[in-house]
């Protein structure tokens, strides 16, 4: 379908601005990552690269490298509630770069699986559970939500 798209297109305006654009869009297509969560194994386009575990009713999130659990943690996620149950405006989580020490702040609700695809994506963790430390400063800077009255 996008292959006949193209072809029309480039029949119809005969453009190089235009045959360049659809050559980003197909490319960009062809280089998207598939990431998957699957019974504590992290999957990248079919592949085992990392695995989690989720505890403490699922409030911590355990990201490691393949088969280093306890020993190579990547990254934790807390969700911390404020001990008000009934009340969500308070709520965050909490991540955690436990061998680099730094961690940063959001506002979102269990969103542990999302936050560590968007930290693959921005290519803050790499494939084999490495933290590239430039693109992690950068990212902290950027998402970082410093919610000082949250914290406990």
Do not use: C, H
Request: aromatic fraction near 12%.
């Amino acid at each position: 379908m996008i292959l006949s798209l193209l072809v029309y297109l480039i029949i119809k305006m005969k453009s190089n601005t235009l045959l360049t654009l659809a050559f980003l869009l197909v490319t960009s297509l062809l280089m998207a990552q598939e990431i998957k969560f699957k019974r504590g194994i992290v999957l990248w386009d079919g592949v085992e690269v990392m695995e989690y575990r989720v505890e403490n009713m699922g409030k911590e999130f355990y990201l490691y490298k393949m088969g280093k659990t306890d020993e190579e943690e990547i990254v934790l996620i807390l969700y911390r509630d404020n001990n008000t149950d009934d009340y969500k405006e308070d709520d965050y989580n909490k991540i955690i770069f436990s061998r680099l020490k730094r961690s940063y702040e959001i506002s979102q609700d269990y969103m542990f699986r999302a936050e560590i695809v968007k930290l693959i994506r921005k290519k803050v963790i790499g494939i084999e559970g490495t933290i590239n430390e430039t693109n992690m400063e950068s990212y902290i800077e950027k998402f970082d939500e410093e919610l000082p009255r949250y914290r406990d």
